[in-house]
């Protein structure tokens, strides 16, 4: 059984910062890429940011310069820090992670999302 678990959503004014966490827990043998994606209510789910299990990091180009997404692959943790942030990134919050677990099965979990919200 694996488990993610999302912290670190919340209210911050514009401008401001937040730094989500993401914790895999469970039968994990492995864990490839990392993703953070984003959700508005009656949209799609839009990824914003993906770091493989090297490090190497991508961003959506609405993030670029503003977000950072890092891993720590010994407490199979990834985290997304946020600054310079905008009412438009006002969303649902969720990681995903591409794993393999003891059995050699190849498995994709998602946290259960967390809100973030920015407004004055």
């Known amino acids: 059984q694996v488990q993610l678990v999302e912290s670190g959503g919340g209210l911050v004014q514009p401008g401001g910062s937040l730094r989500l966490s993401c914790t895999a827990s469970?039968?994990?043998?492995?864990?490839?890429?990392m993703n953070w994606y984003r959700q508005t209510p009656g949209q799609e789910r839009e990824l914003v940011a993906t770091i493989t299990s090297g490090g190497s990091p991508n961003y959506a180009d609405s993030v670029k310069g503003r977000f950072t997404i890092s891993r720590d692959n010994a407490k199979n943790t990834v985290y997304l820090q946020m600054n310079s942030l905008k009412p438009e990134d006002t969303a649902v919050y969720y990681c995903k992670a591409d794993l393999i677990d003891t059995s050699s099965n190849a498995w994709i979990f998602w946290g259960q999302g967390t809100q973030v919200t920015v407004s004055s």
């Open positions: 469970g039968d994990i043998f492995s864990i490839n890429d």
